[in-house]
Protein backbone atom coordinates (compact mmCIF):
# COMPACT_ATOMS: atom_id res chain seq x y z
CA UNK A 1 0.00 0.00 0.00
CA UNK A 2 2.95 2.46 0.54
CA UNK A 3 3.41 2.67 -3.41
CA UNK A 4 -0.26 2.74 -4.38
CA UNK A 5 0.58 6.31 -5.09
CA UNK A 6 3.94 6.33 -6.30
CA UNK A 7 5.55 7.48 -9.71
CA UNK A 8 9.10 6.66 -8.55
CA UNK A 9 11.38 5.23 -11.46
CA UNK A 10 8.27 6.11 -13.87
CA UNK A 11 9.22 7.93 -17.37
CA UNK A 12 7.03 10.76 -18.14
CA UNK A 13 6.78 13.05 -21.37
CA UNK A 14 4.68 16.35 -20.50
CA UNK A 15 3.88 18.60 -23.67
CA UNK A 16 3.09 22.03 -22.90
CA UNK A 17 5.25 21.57 -20.10
CA UNK A 18 7.22 24.06 -19.26
CA UNK A 19 4.20 26.83 -18.11
CA UNK A 20 0.62 26.68 -16.30
CA UNK A 21 -1.27 23.19 -15.75
CA UNK A 22 1.75 21.66 -17.88
CA UNK A 23 4.55 22.74 -15.98
CA UNK A 24 2.58 21.54 -12.54
CA UNK A 25 2.21 18.10 -13.61
CA UNK A 26 6.12 17.83 -14.52
CA UNK A 27 6.67 19.52 -10.88
CA UNK A 28 4.56 16.93 -9.62
CA UNK A 29 5.96 13.65 -11.49
CA UNK A 30 9.71 15.65 -10.75
CA UNK A 31 9.13 15.64 -6.95
CA UNK A 32 7.62 12.16 -6.92
CA UNK A 33 11.04 10.38 -8.40
CA UNK A 34 9.70 10.23 -12.10
CA UNK A 35 12.02 11.37 -15.14
CA UNK A 36 10.56 14.24 -16.28
CA UNK A 37 10.78 15.37 -20.76
CA UNK A 38 8.83 18.47 -21.20
CA UNK A 39 8.02 19.93 -24.56
CA UNK A 40 7.07 23.30 -25.49
CA UNK A 41 7.56 25.56 -29.04
CA UNK A 42 9.65 28.54 -27.15
CA UNK A 43 13.16 26.88 -26.69
CA UNK A 44 14.27 29.18 -24.36
CA UNK A 45 11.28 29.12 -22.31
CA UNK A 46 11.53 25.41 -22.41
CA UNK A 47 14.52 24.65 -21.33
CA UNK A 48 14.20 27.62 -18.44
CA UNK A 49 11.27 25.27 -17.10
CA UNK A 50 13.76 21.68 -17.27
CA UNK A 51 16.46 23.82 -15.51
CA UNK A 52 14.17 25.19 -12.58
CA UNK A 53 12.14 22.09 -12.10
CA UNK A 54 16.02 20.15 -11.99
CA UNK A 55 16.35 21.36 -8.84
CA UNK A 56 14.25 18.91 -7.27
CA UNK A 57 14.84 15.96 -9.77
CA UNK A 58 15.27 15.15 -13.42
CA UNK A 59 13.86 16.60 -16.51
CA UNK A 60 15.06 16.94 -19.86
CA UNK A 61 14.11 19.78 -22.02
CA UNK A 62 12.74 18.61 -25.45
CA UNK A 63 11.73 22.24 -27.50
CA UNK A 64 9.09 21.53 -30.35
CA UNK A 65 6.35 22.88 -32.28
CA UNK A 66 4.25 20.15 -31.52
CA UNK A 67 1.48 21.64 -33.65
CA UNK A 68 3.41 19.96 -36.83
CA UNK A 69 3.74 16.49 -37.66
CA UNK A 70 8.14 17.04 -38.59
CA UNK A 71 8.11 18.08 -35.20
CA UNK A 72 5.99 15.51 -33.38
CA UNK A 73 8.35 13.24 -35.31
CA UNK A 74 11.72 14.76 -34.47
CA UNK A 75 10.88 15.10 -30.90
CA UNK A 76 10.11 10.96 -30.09
CA UNK A 77 13.10 10.42 -32.19
CA UNK A 78 15.22 12.28 -29.63
CA UNK A 79 12.93 10.28 -26.87
CA UNK A 80 13.71 7.06 -28.59
CA UNK A 81 17.55 8.08 -28.86
CA UNK A 82 17.45 8.24 -24.78
CA UNK A 83 14.45 5.76 -23.46
CA UNK A 84 13.71 2.04 -24.61
CA UNK A 85 10.21 2.83 -22.84
CA UNK A 86 7.47 5.71 -21.55
CA UNK A 87 5.18 5.03 -19.11
CA UNK A 88 3.18 8.73 -18.52
CA UNK A 89 2.60 10.60 -21.79
CA UNK A 90 1.01 14.01 -20.79
CA UNK A 91 -0.44 15.63 -23.58
CA UNK A 92 -1.31 19.24 -22.41
CA UNK A 93 -0.02 21.69 -24.84
CA UNK A 94 -2.76 23.57 -26.21
CA UNK A 95 -3.84 27.12 -27.85
CA UNK A 96 -6.73 29.10 -27.54
CA UNK A 97 -8.24 32.14 -29.54
CA UNK A 98 -11.15 34.40 -29.08
CA UNK A 99 -13.22 36.46 -31.31
CA UNK A 100 -17.00 37.08 -31.71
CA UNK A 101 -18.87 34.36 -34.37
CA UNK A 102 -19.04 36.85 -37.02
CA UNK A 103 -15.27 37.55 -36.86
CA UNK A 104 -13.79 34.51 -36.05
CA UNK A 105 -10.56 33.52 -38.29
CA UNK A 106 -9.36 30.15 -40.38
CA UNK A 107 -6.50 30.80 -38.99
CA UNK A 108 -7.77 30.51 -35.56
CA UNK A 109 -9.66 27.71 -36.09
CA UNK A 110 -7.11 25.57 -37.46
CA UNK A 111 -3.94 26.58 -35.34
CA UNK A 112 -6.10 25.39 -32.17
CA UNK A 113 -7.84 22.42 -33.75
CA UNK A 114 -3.71 21.34 -34.97
CA UNK A 115 -2.52 21.79 -31.51
CA UNK A 116 -5.36 20.91 -28.92
CA UNK A 117 -6.23 17.70 -31.51
CA UNK A 118 -4.54 16.69 -33.91
CA UNK A 119 -1.30 16.70 -32.11
CA UNK A 120 -2.40 14.54 -29.43
CA UNK A 121 -3.64 11.85 -31.49
CA UNK A 122 -0.56 11.36 -33.17
CA UNK A 123 1.91 11.63 -30.07
CA UNK A 124 -0.65 9.16 -28.98
CA UNK A 125 -0.08 7.20 -32.12
CA UNK A 126 3.93 7.60 -32.64
CA UNK A 127 4.58 7.22 -28.21
CA UNK A 128 2.80 3.89 -28.57
CA UNK A 129 5.61 1.45 -29.29
CA UNK A 130 7.72 3.19 -26.26
CA UNK A 131 4.60 2.89 -24.16
CA UNK A 132 4.22 -0.82 -25.07
CA UNK A 133 7.42 -1.40 -24.05
CA UNK A 134 6.72 -0.23 -20.25
CA UNK A 135 3.41 -1.70 -20.13
CA UNK A 136 2.22 -4.45 -17.70
CA UNK A 137 -0.95 -6.48 -16.59
CA UNK A 138 -0.90 -4.95 -13.44
CA UNK A 139 0.62 -1.30 -14.52
CA UNK A 140 -0.46 -0.31 -17.89
CA UNK A 141 0.79 2.89 -19.59
CA UNK A 142 -0.75 6.08 -18.76
CA UNK A 143 -1.95 8.39 -21.35
CA UNK A 144 -3.49 11.71 -19.82
CA UNK A 145 -5.03 14.34 -22.25
CA UNK A 146 -5.92 17.54 -20.77
CA UNK A 147 -9.45 18.49 -21.50
CA UNK A 148 -10.99 21.46 -20.19
CA UNK A 149 -14.53 22.05 -18.49
CA UNK A 150 -15.12 24.43 -21.62
CA UNK A 151 -15.93 21.23 -23.45
CA UNK A 152 -18.19 20.15 -21.11
CA UNK A 153 -20.58 22.93 -21.33
CA UNK A 154 -21.03 26.34 -22.85
CA UNK A 155 -18.09 28.61 -22.41
CA UNK A 156 -19.10 32.13 -20.95
CA UNK A 157 -15.81 33.18 -23.75
CA UNK A 158 -16.04 33.51 -27.39
CA UNK A 159 -13.65 30.79 -27.45
CA UNK A 160 -15.31 28.78 -30.51
CA UNK A 161 -12.29 26.87 -31.71
CA UNK A 162 -11.21 26.03 -27.91
CA UNK A 163 -14.19 24.71 -26.57
CA UNK A 164 -14.70 22.88 -29.49
CA UNK A 165 -10.98 21.21 -29.20
CA UNK A 166 -11.56 19.97 -25.50
CA UNK A 167 -14.56 18.47 -26.37
CA UNK A 168 -13.27 16.28 -29.11
CA UNK A 169 -10.17 15.89 -26.62
CA UNK A 170 -12.84 14.49 -24.03
CA UNK A 171 -14.39 11.76 -26.97
CA UNK A 172 -10.92 11.71 -28.09
CA UNK A 173 -9.66 9.92 -25.04
CA UNK A 174 -12.58 7.57 -24.29
CA UNK A 175 -12.26 6.07 -27.85
CA UNK A 176 -8.75 5.73 -27.74
CA UNK A 177 -9.32 4.17 -24.23
CA UNK A 178 -11.24 1.51 -26.06
CA UNK A 179 -9.06 0.82 -28.39
CA UNK A 180 -5.83 0.15 -26.07
CA UNK A 181 -7.32 -1.03 -23.57
CA UNK A 182 -5.84 -4.52 -24.61
CA UNK A 183 -2.53 -3.21 -25.16
CA UNK A 184 -2.32 -2.28 -21.26
CA UNK A 185 -2.35 1.38 -22.24
CA UNK A 186 -4.99 3.47 -20.17
CA UNK A 187 -6.25 6.92 -21.94
CA UNK A 188 -7.96 9.35 -19.39
CA UNK A 189 -8.39 13.14 -19.13
CA UNK A 190 -8.42 15.82 -16.93
CA UNK A 191 -10.99 18.50 -17.59
CA UNK A 192 -9.42 21.96 -15.40
CA UNK A 193 -11.56 24.82 -14.57
CA UNK A 194 -9.94 27.91 -13.84
CA UNK A 195 -5.89 27.96 -12.51
CA UNK A 196 -3.93 30.80 -12.59
CA UNK A 197 -2.40 30.01 -15.98
CA UNK A 198 -1.02 32.74 -18.54
CA UNK A 199 -4.13 31.39 -21.00
CA UNK A 200 -6.20 32.61 -18.50
CA UNK A 201 -4.78 35.94 -16.98
CA UNK A 202 -6.33 38.32 -19.76
CA UNK A 203 -9.91 36.66 -18.54
CA UNK A 204 -9.03 36.45 -14.56
CA UNK A 205 -7.91 40.39 -14.82
CA UNK A 206 -11.61 41.10 -17.06
CA UNK A 207 -13.58 39.11 -14.89
CA UNK A 208 -11.95 37.22 -11.91
CA UNK A 209 -14.62 37.75 -9.70
CA UNK A 210 -17.03 36.38 -11.92
CA UNK A 211 -14.95 33.83 -13.09
CA UNK A 212 -14.47 32.93 -9.04
CA UNK A 213 -18.48 32.89 -7.89
CA UNK A 214 -19.08 30.45 -10.44
CA UNK A 215 -16.57 27.93 -8.03
CA UNK A 216 -18.50 26.07 -5.26
CA UNK A 217 -15.26 25.82 -3.42
CA UNK A 218 -14.52 29.43 -3.51
CA UNK A 219 -10.84 29.53 -4.65
CA UNK A 220 -8.69 28.70 -8.66
CA UNK A 221 -6.71 25.76 -8.73
CA UNK A 222 -3.49 25.42 -7.36
CA UNK A 223 -0.58 23.47 -8.25
CA UNK A 224 -1.01 20.92 -5.90
CA UNK A 225 -4.87 20.44 -7.37
CA UNK A 226 -2.98 19.60 -10.86
CA UNK A 227 -0.21 17.99 -9.72
CA UNK A 228 -1.92 15.52 -7.31
CA UNK A 229 -4.77 14.23 -9.74
CA UNK A 230 -2.27 13.76 -12.73
CA UNK A 231 0.15 11.80 -10.15
CA UNK A 232 -2.92 9.72 -9.08
CA UNK A 233 -3.33 9.07 -12.81
CA UNK A 234 -0.08 7.64 -13.44
CA UNK A 235 0.63 5.79 -9.93
CA UNK A 236 -0.66 1.98 -9.17
CA UNK A 237 -3.90 3.41 -7.61
CA UNK A 238 -5.55 4.51 -10.85
CA UNK A 239 -4.60 1.05 -13.10
CA UNK A 240 -8.00 0.21 -12.95
CA UNK A 241 -9.44 3.68 -14.42
CA UNK A 242 -9.14 4.34 -17.94
CA UNK A 243 -11.94 6.35 -20.66
CA UNK A 244 -12.82 8.84 -18.07
CA UNK A 245 -12.68 12.83 -17.98
CA UNK A 246 -12.25 13.84 -14.43
CA UNK A 247 -13.40 17.39 -13.93
CA UNK A 248 -10.70 19.39 -11.59
CA UNK A 249 -12.90 22.26 -11.38
CA UNK A 250 -13.84 23.57 -7.83
CA UNK A 251 -17.17 21.60 -8.53
CA UNK A 252 -18.11 23.94 -10.99
CA UNK A 253 -19.47 21.16 -13.52
CA UNK A 254 -20.51 18.87 -10.83
CA UNK A 255 -21.61 20.35 -7.69
CA UNK A 256 -23.35 23.83 -9.56
Given at each position: MENLFSVRGKTALVTGGSRGIGLMIARGYVEHGARVYISSRKKDVCNAAADELSAFGE?????????????IERVIEELRAREDRLDILVNNAGATWGAVVDEFPEQGWDKVMDLNVKSIFFLIQRCLPLLEAAATDDDPARV?????????????????????????????????????????????????????????????????????????????????????????????????????????????????
Open positions: CVSLPADLSRMDEINIGSIDGMRISAFENFSYSTSKAAVHHLTRMTASRLAARNVTVNAIAPGPFHTDMMAPMIDKMGDEILGEVPLGRFGKTEDAAGLAVFLASPAAAFITGTVIPLDGGITGAS
